[in-house]
Each structure stands twice: as structure tokens, then as C-alpha cells.
């Protein structure tokens, strides 16, 4: 497997060496709170995105939509195979994803919190598991995921919870790579940030430690 090298110009953190040339994908510092469409704006400007971008009013749920015009979208992931078109995912602690099907030519976003991961969101990615990428951006790790004891009624999500003395912590990195070898996906292919938004010195927004509305924001946008 490659390495991934996220380096940071300006208030961006760009990934380099995990997917394909022609792919840019990265995240925000704090120095955005994703204020939109404000902030999409200056984000499209900056990378370049001529065909404009897309974001989610993100809804906590399972809906993926394939787009190819700038706005909003009333879902939880967006793909397109539209060039030099970004498409970007609004976190706090849910898990981005980024992802690029070399296949389809095509890149995409998801917005997996834990109630669209039980929705099945991951089963709605319609991706080539033979040929695609998949990076997991800032959100809460293990660490860091604390949750209530009802989880481990929740069937998909038992065998990735853990408990502790101090309560009950959620695996969502393992949870996706359990999804997605299940469709025949390639370990390799995968590929972790290890950054929680919550302990991490990469100090991001997370809801739990206070940061209600703002928004770190990851995006991916296809060149060629």
C-alpha cells in the first residue's frame, strides 16, 4: 500500500500519494467553519474547481446521490464523475470519507455518522470494489467514540464495540473496513488519517468538545 502524506499549505491539508494523479483531496483547518455556501465558494476558488461544487445538508442518513451541477443536496454522500467539480462534507466527529473509483472515472463523498452507517450507507456506494480508494478523513476514532450500551444490540456494530471500564467505545475505522471487505474490497485500498477530532493534535472541530456549528470540511475533485 502506498503512503498517504498530508501535507499543509495554507489553511488546507492536502493528501498526496494514495490516489491516483488527477485526484486532489484534502481538508480544512480551523481557520474555516464551513459557513456555507460562503465558505464552498472560497474552497472551489482555491482549488481550482471551475465547474463550481456541491455540498449536503447532511441529513443522517443513507441517501448517496451520483450529481454533476454546483449546489446542495438533501443526503449523506455525493459522487460524480464530473471534471474539475468539487465535491465537499461538512464533520465534526462523524467520519468523512473521500473516494475515487478508477474505473468509473469518478470521486465521491460520505458523511458517515453512526446512525447513517446503521442506515447502511456503505452498502449505497456504488463503487467498483476492485478498482476504487477510500480515505477516512478526521472524526472520532475509538479512542474517543463513547457510547451507550444499546450499541451492542445493534447487530452490524456489535463485534466493533468495546467495553471499558468507563463505559461502552465504538471502532467506526474498523466497522468500514469490516463493511467494506464484506463487498469485496481491497485492504489496500483503504486508507486511515488516524486523526480524531477529539484528541488529535491536529486540533479540528468536534461537537463533543464543544463546537456546535462549525465544521472541519473535507473534498475531493477529479482533474482529469
Known amino acids: 500500500m502506498k503512503s498517504v502524506y498530508i501535507t499543509k499549505k495554507g489553511n488546507y491539508y492536502f493528501l498526496n500519494g494514495f490516489f491516483e494523479k488527477g485526484i486532489s483531496a484534502g481538508f480544512t483547518d480551523t481557520a474555516f467553519k464551513a459557513e456555507m ?13 471551475v465547474s463550481g461544487s456541491a455540498f449536503m445538508n447532511q441529513l443522517h442518513a443513507a441517501d448517496v446521490k451520483n450529481v454533476s451541477e454546483k449546489g446542495i443536496y438533501n443526503c449523506d454522500g455525493l459522487i460524480t464523475s464530473a471534471k474539475d467539480f468539487l465535491l465537499i462534507v461538512k464533520t465534526a466527529d462523524c467520519m468523512p470519507l473521500i473516494i475515487a473509483d478508477e474505473k468509473n472515472s469518478s470521486v465521491g463523498v460520505i458523511h458517515m455518522g453512526w446512525r447513517s452507517a446503521l442506515s447502511g450507507i456503505l452498502n449505497n456506494m456504488k463503487i467498483d470494489p476492485g478498482h476504487s480508494k477510500v480515505f477516512a478523513g478526521p472524526g472520532l476514532r475509538k479512542c474517543c467514540y463513547k457510547v451507550g450500551p444499546e450499541f451492542v444490540s445493534y447487530g ?23 463493511s467494506l471487505a464484506e463487498k469485496g474490497f481491497c485492504e489496500d485500498n483503504f486508507q486511515d488519517s488516524g486523526i480524531c477530532s477529539y484528541c488529535s493534535d491536529h486540533k479540528l472541530f468536534s461537537y463533543r468538545r464543544g463546537h456546535k456549528t462549525e465544521r ?7 482533474n482529469t
Do not use: C, H, Q, W
Not at 37 to 49: C, F, Q
Not at 163 to 178: L, Q
Not at 216 to 222: E, G, L, N, W, Y
Open 37 to 49: 455556501p460562503r465558505d464552498a465558494e472560497v474552497l472551489a476558488k482555491d482549488t481550482g474547481a
Open 216 to 222: 472541519t470540511m473535507s473534498f475531493v475533485m477529479r
Open 156 to 178: 452490524v456494530f456489535r463485534k466493533y464495540v468495546d467495553k471499558k471500564d468507563n463505559g461502552y467505545f465504538f471502532d467506526p475505522i474498523g466497522f468500514i473496513k469490516g
